[in-house]
């Protein structure tokens, strides 16, 4: 196997053993629920085929799942950002130009197309997540609140992520 695949897989070790042994047990008032593992399916190379790309999030969540003993949650919203991200990736990050990205990341692309893909992403992971574990749109404001402040803690997770796990030449 290629270096790139082995970084990838380094990564998603890494993000995942985050999540389940630290991240899973961390709730900033109520609020707040960091999911950092969801980069890991941001990070992915832009040139990545759907099928496959849904595959590997779809994996991942159901990961998340069966350690966390939910009942899909994370399945399915890994599974929307997946199919969001392919429509993001070329729209945000690579402008629709043909150009493929092997790690998306802070350092690959301008960091305000990067960090504004970051949380449209993370919003759409949180508020797929909060509304199907809510089962509804009841307290929807509650689900709102939540979406928006562990949006914007995961962002800010995943940018110090960067600086400090990925060299600049990493892309």
């Known amino acids: 196997m290629n270096k790139q695949v082995w970084r990838i897989i380094g ?13 899973n047990y961390v709730y900033l008032g109520g609020y707040v629920m960091p999911m ?11 040139d990545t ?12 969540g159901l990961i998340v ?15 929307v950002v997946a199919m969001l991200r392919i429509w993001f990736a070329d729209r945000i990050l690579t402008r629709n130009e043909p150009i493929v990205i092997a790690t998306p990341s802070i350092y690959s692309v301008t960091p305000q197309y990067f960090i504004t893909y970051l949380l ?27 979406t928006v402040c562990s949006t914007l803690v995961t962002t800010l997770m995943a940018v110090l992520y960067q600086w400090v796990f990925l060299k600049k030449d990493e892309q």
Do not use: K, W
Not at 11 to 23: E, H, I, N, T, Y
Not at 49 to 60: N, Q, S, V
Not at 65 to 75: I, K, P, Q, R, Y
């Open 11 to 23: 990564r998603f070790a890494l993000l995942m053993l985050f999540q389940l042994l630290v991240l």
């Open 120 to 146: 449209i992403l993370f919003g759409a992971f949180y508020l797929v997540f909060f509304t199907v574990e809510l089962f509804g749109f009841r307290g929807f404001g509650g689900v709102l609140l939540a």
């Open 65 to 79: 799942d069966l350690m966390s003993n939910v009942l899909g949650f994370h399945a399915l919203a890994c599974t």
């Open 49 to 60: 085929r759907r099928i496959p790309m849904l595959l590997i999030a779809f994996g991942t």
């Open 36 to 46: 950092l593992y969801v980069l890991f399916i941001l990070m992915l190379p832009t």
